[in-house]
């Protein structure tokens, strides 16, 4: 069964038809080929496809696409300022060893996207918290809690700039 | 594509609802936050020929505090629930932390989560712990079930397949009452091992007023210590007195043992997490002047 939907990622918006049983996660990429939204458990436990819907992270294997309809999404591809440039999450991500193999980062990095703008100077606790819903197997998390603080950082300077 | 074929249906309001989930019999299932149903339709556990879609149902939606009691429509989310106790309720802001992740919170409905009924989640247990209801709307009309007629089984509820659940109604605690609420989880955000809830209120000569005491987690439904409560009651909640209801409560479970944890253990944590809670209950307490 097919359901015409209208959904807006990263500032582009499609009209489509898609399969109702399709996720938010098999639509992003399969139909719109956005790669970087990757899938792991698919029951919600993982967090690898956290995305932004309508600036709030939610799982996107646990939303099917036509609930997207009329919404706006934001997925990793949509973060950096430019091809050219990084945003500072991903910036601090580099700069710190946040990542190894980098299947869990796309989805940390949208949880903390939201996560920064509603706590800017985050504690060390409250970031252990905010990944918990995350699961990472290969850094053992000091660095992406490091990562995370130094992006904390770097924003809150900018915006006293 | 995980999940079995099915027709997707988008109910307008409320009654559009109630009038699909009436046309498909027991066969239909409604989708709010989906946090629960679609891993379930992913692994297959659920099979159902439709799905009723009530997100775009403005009726469903909102949250009222008033009246000494909290209303959530069947689409606030969890966070809905979170953002108005954070200047309302350290009590609720406590349990919903507990209660998984923000992502899934973000999208998981508290009215949800009551009905789905799996017997480890927290507020099924609050709503017990907070004499509260459901109220739900079928092919008859509507009716308000209570917490303690609620629950039956795991994942299983005295509602009809073809009932909505339109809204639930917390009472929040009397007047300078105090809580405590402490679980035991494998992970933070995890469904709870064992769980405890308490609410104790004082009178002028600091005998109990007010006393509830729940558990999660430690058997078929969320379970009120009725008899615990009962010793409470009118007498002052000393130590030793806590202590006894705390252990004589735990006893009275009857937990299942799994991978994870056995029965025995379960038993052991709750009496422990039950002492925990009432003296935290109690040294919340404001003893009225």
């Not at chain 2, 909640?237 to 004589?248: D, F, I, L, S």
Request: charged share 20%; proline share 5%; net charge neutral.
């Amino acid at each position: 069964m097919k359901h015409a939907v209208t959904i807006t990622v990263n500032g582009a918006t499609h009209a489509l038809e898609v399969d109702v049983r399709s996720t938010l996660a098999e639509f992003l990429r399969e139909e719109l080929d956005l790669t970087g939204t990757h899938v792991g458990c698919e029951h919600g436990v993982c967090g690898a496809c956290t995305v932004l819907l309508n600036g709030e992270p939610v799982r996107a294997c646990l939303l099917l696409a036509v609930q997207a309809d009329g919404h706006e999404v934001r997925t990793i591809e949509g973060v950096a300022p430019s091809p050219e440039e990084l945003h500072p999450l991903q910036e601090a991500f580099r700069a710190k060893h946040g990542l190894q193999c980098g299947y869990c980062t796309p989805g940390i990095i949208m949880s903390a996207c939201a996560f920064l703008e509603e706590v800017p100077a985050p504690s060390e606790q409250a970031i252990r918290e905010m990944l918990s819903g995350h699961l990472c197997r290969c850094t053992g998390y000091h660095f992406i809690v490091e990562a995370i603080a130094e992006a904390a950082r770097t924003l809150a300077a900018r915006g006293k700039a | 594509m995980k999940p079995a074929p099915f027709e997707y249906v988008v109910a307008r309001d409320a009654a559009d609802a109630v009038a699909s989930l009436a046309r498909f019999g027991d066969e239909a299932k409604v989708l709010a936050g989906g946090q629960s149903l679609l891993p379930m339709l992913a692994l297959r556990l659920a099979r159902p020929a439709a799905l009723v879609d009530i997100n775009r149902c403005r009726d469903l939606e909102g949250l009222d505090d008033s009246n000494g009691a909290l209303t959530v429509g069947a689409l606030a989310r969890q966070r809905d629930l979170e953002r108005w106790a954070r200047s309302r309720s350290p009590f609720f802001q406590d349990v919903l932390a507990s209660v998984a992740h923000v992502p899934i919170r973000n999208r998981g409905t508290a009215v949800g989560n009551l009905v789905h009924a799996d017997p480890a989640s927290e507020l099924p247990a609050l709503l017990l712990c907070l004499d509260g209801s459901v109220t739900t709307r079928g092919a008859q009309g509507e009716r308000v079930v209570r917490a303690e007629q609620l629950y039956l089984a795991p994942l299983t509820t005295s509602l009809a397949p073809a009932e909505l659940a339109t809204r639930a109604c917390f009472i929040l605690p009397p007047e300078g009452a105090g809580w405590g609420f402490a679980e035991v989880a494998r992970r933070h955000g995890d469904f709870a091992l064992v769980g405890c809830i308490a609410v104790l209120a004082l009178d002028g000569t600091g005998s109990v007023s007010h006393a509830r005491l729940g558990f999660f987690g430690v058997g078929a439904t969320p379970v009120r210590s009725a008899a615990g409560e009962a010793v409470l009651r009118g007498r002052e909640p000393t130590e030793a007195r806590r202590t006894e209801v705390a252990k004589a409560a735990a006893a009275a479970l009857s937990p299942t043992g799994d991978l994870h944890a056995s029965a025995e253990y379960r038993r052991k944590v709750a009496a422990v997490l039950a002492e925990r809670v009432l003296a935290a209950a109690l040294g919340r307490c404001q003893r009225p002047r």
